[in-house]
């Protein structure tokens, strides 16, 4: 089972310590799911992160805003996909791509 198919409502995974911290951040984990499900909505998200619906409104503007997710609308809804190309931010991983973390992590 990948991260996005994590059980709904269950952010917590087997190897994850009492202190609650993950290898990847909560944008990580948004990116992640936005590129391996079935569009989903904001409250989705947000419930398969295990993090509030805000916060993924704030995350998936972040992640927008800097170009590593395309909105577009879907009827009323906002659809967000994947720009595989967009350079990751820390120095120590700048020469890798979000398409390759996908990847790596799929």
Known sequence: ???????KGDARTAGESERGWTFLTNHGHVLLCV?????????????RVGITERSVQAILA?????????????????????????????????GHTVGELIEALS
């Not at 089972?1 to 059980?7: D, I, K, R, S």
């Not at 577009?72 to 595989?84: D, H, I, W």
Request: glycine content about 8%.
């Open 1 to 7: 089972m990948n991260a996005a198919e994590a059980p």
């Open 35 to 47: 590129s391996l499900s079935e569009p989903m909505t904001a409250r989705e998200l947000s419930l």
């Open 62 to 94: 972040d992640l927008t805003g800097e170009g590593y997710l395309l909105k577009s609308k879907s009827g009323r809804r906002n659809v967000y996909t994947l720009n595989p190309d967009g350079r990751l931010r820390h120095p120590l991983e700048a």
